[in-house]
Nanobody, 120 residues
Framework: QVQLVESGGGLVQPGGSLRLSCAAS????????MGWYRQAPGKQRELVATIPRSGITNYANSVKGRFTISRDNAKNTVYLQMNSLQPEDTAVYYC??????????????WGQGTQVTVSS
């Protein structure tokens, strides 16, 4: 089974930074797209950032310029560097992996989530 394990969440003050990590049980090269989502209480889960095999990154407008998604294929790990954090960034952050099988079928995997709280 594919496993995605997030780490790096915690409590930070406004303006602070955190670096989230997502370690995959297998090669991240097996996935067409990897990314980060977040869900705040009472809100829909929303896309934060994605990085496909092409390496062309995509960001939600709310985090553009503050967050950076990256990957280390050798370590099978995807990162999310979060700078200038604001209270509005408070949410559970989930790692996501999307695989399209050659013979058909789409598979989506999720990590367990890691809590990010931005507060004074």
């Amino acid at each position: 089974q594919v496993q995605l394990v997030e780490s790096g969440g915690g409590l930070v003050q406004p303006g602070g930074s955190l670096r989230l990590s997502c370690a995959a049980s297998g090669s991240i090269a097996s996935f067409n797209v990897m990314g980060w989502y977040r869900q705040a209480p009472g809100k829909q889960r929303e896309l934060v950032a994605t990085i496909p095999r092409s390496g062309i990154t995509n960001y939600a407008n709310s985090v553009k310029g503050r967050f950076t998604i990256s990957r280390d294929n050798a370590k099978n790990t995807v990162y999310l560097q979060m700078n200038s954090l604001q209270p509005e960034d408070t949410a559970v952050y989930y790692c996501n992996a999307h695989m399209v099988r050659t013979m058909g079928g789409d598979y989506v995997y999720w990590g367990q989530g890691t809590q990010v709280t931005v507060s004074s």
